[in-house]
């Protein structure tokens, strides 16, 4: 990695740039499709929590939770927004080791079910810093590839993109969350394909990883991971052990129908049979009651920002910004399409968050910088006119 | 001064086609989830909807409540009391969580684990149908099970009827008892609405009558939550019918009578096994059944242990089997009833005619001997059934030859069950030419002849053929169905049936032929071949049997078992045997006896001396001691 220096001469541009040009630098239908699927994320934990039983608003409920940290995740945006996001290439070494950091603290003091280390408790609340790790990876990634510029096609690139992955994702194994350490190499694979890196030598490493499948399944996956898959193998057999969750997604999504059976009506025809529908099926329930309709739409929403995401990789003049916005549209698109794969039954359930919607603070919170830096790359592609 | 920082002057490698790449990818990913969304709500929507409101609805059978029985004086004979069940659904649960769970009901219960798995494992339904894990459970571990329902997915706890006998082993072998359905018979009648979890009446009238007394259940529609518990009913389909109620034949005084005769005669002559019928001769009534060794049906209501199963299955005398239908014994001189009857009506004999008894018989270079070594001279069929001479009725076998004397005992109802309405019945054998034939591959020998005139060799017969022949023999020779059940009344108080005389054959025999071997059973009492029966008040008519079975002891001897059957005329106290009218035959059988007298004969007597309240004791307790009187029958 180069050695990041920090540019004082980067602290005039937005001073020196008219309102009227930020404005329209700034991509305001990014944010209005992000406060939309953020807003059907509420809707979502204000219909869970009346399913609950809970008041709405009392503290500790699913809906007051969700409130919460979309408030923490506007505050968040915003700041990130602000932010000029040419210092995170400053901050790359520091940000990587303060992920780690956060990593070994969540395997040294973190808890979770069945004697996994998942979340850490701050005061109150329960954080998951491998959510975090997503996108401080992509910082990090998109500032050693576009560092890299000129050179990317080499297999050293790759190497040491995968070098600098290694460590953290070994952690997440260790948690062990198989889910986030697919979609922190989905985030590697996304940036190294639109680095530009070279197809065979990633043809290469998509072989290699192939190979080390089923050396995985001997030594490294848990039973209960290996039950998912093979649940996922054959659902329909085994309706009560892990494939239960699936078989029960996908009862709760078909009886949705076209237009659903309307918000807050789905727990009388769910009786309790989905069990943690709060957390990585929440898919199903908006599709029973929203319908393929609200499904439809909120597909719609995620294509829209994703778009919008692209559109900002593509015109950055900067690199990293190209590769940050590789990153995390490979994020969001991976993370919806194993999170819903997984509730409508076609992929193994792997405990994915879906983005903006499944109620998780640290989900939001990464999602709010990730966003934010988009606009900070956004409103910061233009020369200085002076 | 930003230039070669941004590299804005350089051609930015943007890559334009790996980002269409990626936008087509999206595109396919978001077209794949949208097409399966679309194959799950739009095209399979209804079916999954319905899918997933029948797993949260179920319909369940409204047990009916089982008919009641009582004794033909309208003495309640069972109860139904409420009880808890703790039950399993396995389908609801987990199969990750079965041994945990099985361990921690195990604790509450007190009971092995392992017996719940492999109760669970060996239920006969699907894996939706509950399954009993214990019955009668009291009510706090009830309460405890309940209250920890959410640690235990799958467990429910609920009230269940079962059965109470209060008289317990007196009417263990009528009654039967109810018990958890099996494998195969919920196979069978899973389709008339039977569940997996179901009692069913397993034996004795509880079985034979299974379809009067169970009524019909009812069906309600409920609502359950993910782990099976029930959150409400939501309609009731259809009401549950109670079962009808039966009133036996049996009297509950004479089935005490009975047994207490039975047991006082087993106690002094240290007997094993006993049996003792009594009946309506004129009716096929059965007013007392009693099998000894008897068992408590409760235990099984109750839902017996292995442990306690397996020691009544392994004690030897057999207290599950009722040995008065269920099994077969020779029956000795008892049978010479048959040798008699057919005799004089194919005419080889009349009564009258004298024949010559000895000490044996020679046939074929081996002896038969009269159990009297002495024989007793020229005799008639009085003399000869009085005495019970072997070598009479020997001579009158020799006459009718094997098969005369097979039907004779066909006609009698021997060699076929009765068709009493208890399950299992034995048929018994009646050996014929054809019979050996089949059986052994040659006809009868002479000597098996004799054999069979008098009760030993191939003859076997059940104590309730036994004494339906001497019914028959009793009436006139209108050989009757035994019947238990008097009268199924509905549970709306209607007669769903009532008492009718089941005529299996009026047998085609004279009366005259009856009236000679009823005055000849007679004599039997007067000749004091059963010594004092004839000083008793009652009048008595019958035969005594001596039936030899198994291994001949270090002297020769051969075991054998006692038997009397008898009647009394209508009037009892008056000796008048001509006419078919008498209206109470009673059976006793000793099982391997071995008494210096006839131990049928005493407790015949003894309840005789209960049942007509006889004051003054003609008990002979000295013939009721251990000896080997006979030699022979």
Not at chain 1, 349 to 359: A, D, E, Q, R, V
Not at chain 2, 106 to 121: F, K, R
């Amino acid at each position: 990695m180069r050695v990041m220096r920090a540019e004082p001469g980067r602290f005039a541009d937005m001073t020196t740039r008219s309102v009227g040009r930020v404005g329209r630098a700034y991509d305001l239908q990014l944010t209005v499709y992000a406060a939309l699927l953020a807003a059907v994320g509420l809707v979502m934990a204000y219909t869970n929590s009346i399913e609950a039983g809970t008041a709405v608003l009392e503290p500790g409920s699913i809906f007051q939770r969700a409130l919460m940290w979309t408030g923490i995740g506007m505050v968040v945006f915003i700041v990130m927004t602000a932010f000029d996001y040419r210092w995170l290439k400053t901050l790359a070494w520091p940000i990587w080791f303060v992920n780690a950091g956060l990593l070994v603290l969540t395997l040294a003091i973190g808890s979770g079910v069945g004697g996994s280390a998942r979340w850490v408790g701050i005061g109150p609340v329960q954080f998951q810093f491998s959510e975090l790790a997503k996108i401080l990876m992509i910082i990090v990634l998109a500032t050693y590839l576009g560092n890299r510029e000129g050179r990317l096609d080499s297999l050293a690139s790759i190497l040491g993109a995968c070098l600098l992955m290694l460590p953290p994702w070994a952690l997440v194994m260790l948690q062990p969350d198989l889910g986030t350490s697919l979609v922190l190499l989905s985030i590697l694979a996304g940036m190294l394909f639109m680095s530009g890196a070279r197809l065979r030598w990633l043809l290469a490493m998509a072989l290699g990883v192939c190979l080390a499948i089923p050396v995985a399944w001997q030594f490294v996956l848990r039973d209960y991971q290996k039950e998912r898959i093979l649940s996922y193998l054959n659902p329909s057999v085994d309706t009560q052990g892990a494939g239960w969750q699936v078989h029960q997604a996908q009862l709760t999504v078909g009886s949705g129908g076209p237009l659903g059976v309307g918000l807050t009506n789905g727990a009388a025809t769910r009786g309790g049979f989905l069990p943690v529908q709060e957390s990585d099926f929440v898919f199903a329930v908006l599709a029973q009651e929203l319908g393929f309709l609200g499904a439809l739409v909120v597909f719609v929403l995620f294509m829209a920002l994703l778009w919008r995401i692209l559109s900002c990789a593509w015109r950055s003049r900067d690199p990293f910004g190209t590769l940050f916005g590789a990153g995390l549209a490979s994020m969001i698109l991976f993370q919806v399409f194993v999170n819903v794969g997984m509730v409508i039954g076609i992929l193994p359930g792997t405990g994915i968050p879906l983005p903006f919607i499944t109620h998780g603070g640290a989900s939001l919170t990464s999602l709010a910088i990730g966003l934010g830096v988009i606009q900070s790359i956004n409103l910061r592609q233009h020369r200085a006119e002076w | 001064m930003n230039d070669g920082l941004f590299n804005a002057n350089r051609e930015r490698d943007r890559r334009p086609i790996r980002f269409l790449v990626f936008g087509i990818v999206t595109i396919l990913v978001f077209g794949l989830l949208t097409t399966r969304l679309a194959y799950l709500q739009i095209n399979n929507g209804q079916q999954l909807a319905a899918q997933a409101e029948a797993q949260r609805t179920a319909e369940e059978a409204i047990p009916a409540t089982r008919g009641l029985i009582y004794d033909r004086q309208g003495r309640l004979l069972v109860q139904n009391v409420a009880t808890w069940a703790v039950k399993i659904t396995p389908s609801e649960l987990p199969f990750t969580e079965r041994d945990d769970v099985a361990h921690r009901l195990a604790s509450m219960l007190g009971v092995d684990p392992t017996e719940i798995l492999t109760t669970l494992d060996s239920a006969p339904g699907s894996r939706f149908d509950p399954v009993r894990i214990a019955q009668d459970v009291p009510e706090d571990t009830a309460r405890l099970v309940a209250e920890s329902s959410d640690e235990l997915p799958g467990v429910t706890v609920g009230v269940e009827t079962r059965r109470e006998y209060p008289d317990g082993p007196l009417l263990a072998h009528i009654l039967g008892y109810t018990g958890p359905i099996d494998e195969g018979t919920y196979a069978k009648l899973r389709s008339r609405g039977y569940l997996a979890d179901d009692l069913i009446g397993k034996t004795g009238v509880e079985s034979t009558f299974e379809s009067e007394l169970r009524g019909t259940y009812g069906i309600q529609l409920v609502a359950k939550d993910a782990t099976g518990k029930e959150l409400q009913v939501l309609s009731n389909e259809q009401d549950a019918v109670p079962g009808a109620s039966l009133t036996l034949t049996i009297d509950r005084t004479i089935q005490r009578e009975a047994t207490q005769a039975l047991k006082w005669g087993m106690k002094a002559a240290g007997l094993k096994r006993g049996v003792f019928i009594v009946m309506n001769p004129q009716t096929g009534e059965v007013l007392a059944l009693v099998s000894l060794p008897s068992y408590d049906n409760n235990l099984f209501a109750r839902g017996i242990s292995t442990k306690a199963f397996q020691k009544l299955l392994n004690n030897k005398n057999k207290p599950l089997t009722n040995h008065a239908t269920q099994a077969h014994y020779p029956p000795g001189s008892t049978y010479k009833l048959v040798a008699g009857t057919g005799g004089l009506q194919d005419k080889k004999i009349t009564a009258k005619t004298k024949l010559r008894t000895r000490g044996y018989l020679t046939l074929g270079g081996a002896r038969f001997y009269d159990w009297n070594r002495r024989g007793f001279g020229a005799c008639d069929l009085n003399c000869g059934f009085g005495h019970s001479s072997d070598t009479y009725f020997f001579q009158v076998a020799g006459m009718l030859g094997a098969d005369r004397l097979a039907h004779w005992a066909h006609m009698y109802g021997f060699g076929k069950a009765t068709g009493i309405d208890l399950p299992g019945e034995a048929a018994g054998i009646v050996p014929s030419n054809q019979w050996k034939i089949d059986a052994l591959g040659q006809p009868m020998f002479g000597g098996e002849v004799y054999q069979a005139g008098i009760g030993q060799g191939y003859d076997v017969v059940t104590p309730i053929q036994l004494i339906n022949a001497f019914s028959a023999l009793a009436n006139g020779g209108k050989l009757y169905r035994p019947q238990l059940v008097r009268e199924v009344v509905g549970s709306d108080g209607k007669v769903i049936s009532s008492f009718k005389p089941d005529l299996i054959r009026k047998m085609p025999v004279s009366q005259k032929t009856f009236r000679e071997m009823r005055l000849a059973a007679r004599s039997t009492v007067t000749l004091r071949h059963t010594y004092n029966l004839v000083d008793m008040p009652v009048k008595v008519a019958g035969k005594s049997g001596t039936a030899e079975f198994g291994k001949r002891d270090a002297k020769g001897r051969l075991p054998f078992h006692s038997w009397f059957v008898g009647f009394v005329p209508k009037n009892p106290y008056k000796a008048d045997f001509s006419k078919p009218d008498s209206e109470l035959v009673f059976l006793a059988f000793a099982y391997d006896s071995r008494t210096k007298g006839n131990a049928g004969t005493e407790i015949a007597k003894a309840f005789l001396q209960f049942h007509f309240h006889i004051k003054k004791d003609y008990l002979n307790r000295d013939l009721l001691r251990r000896g080997n009187f006979y030699q022979s029958n």
